[in-house]
């Protein structure tokens, strides 16, 4: 059993920076690959970012390749999302994940970024 708490979003104007966290509960975190998803209004969840467990490899989708940066402290049991030069277009749920659409999720934090 996995339980994924995010946090960090928050309300931004266009331009802005934000940095998500997720904290995972577990002692074997470390040997989980992780990723980011988001989900705007109307629209379907999508992928944002993954990282292996060994934070060797890092993915992005190329809507936000160059400006968001996905990272973990597998000592803090954490991961987290550094997001910059955020658009309207970036406004969405965001959503922690390990294992796939049928692994686990947390509950979401929301970004929201004004023009």
């Known amino acids: 059993q996995v339980q994924l708490v995010e946090s960090g979003g928050g309300l931004v104007q266009a331009g802005g920076s934000l940095r998500l966290s997720c904290a995972a509960s577990?002692?074997?975190?470390?040997?989980?690959?992780m990723a980011w998803y988001r989900q705007a209004p109307g629209k379907e969840r999508e992928f944002v970012a993954s990282i292996r467990w060994s934070a060797s490899t890092a993915t992005y989708s190329d809507s936000v390749k160059g400006r968001f940066t996905i990272s973990r402290d597998n000592a803090k049991n954490t991961m987290y999302l550094e997001m910059n030069s955020l658009k309207p277009e970036d406004t969405a749920i965001y959503y922690c994940?390990?294992?796939?659409?049928?692994?686990?999720w947390g509950q979401g934090t929301q970004v929201t970024v004004s023009s």
């Open positions: 994940n390990t294992g796939g659409s049928s692994g686990y």
């Open positions: 577990g002692s074997f975190f470390a040997a989980l690959n």
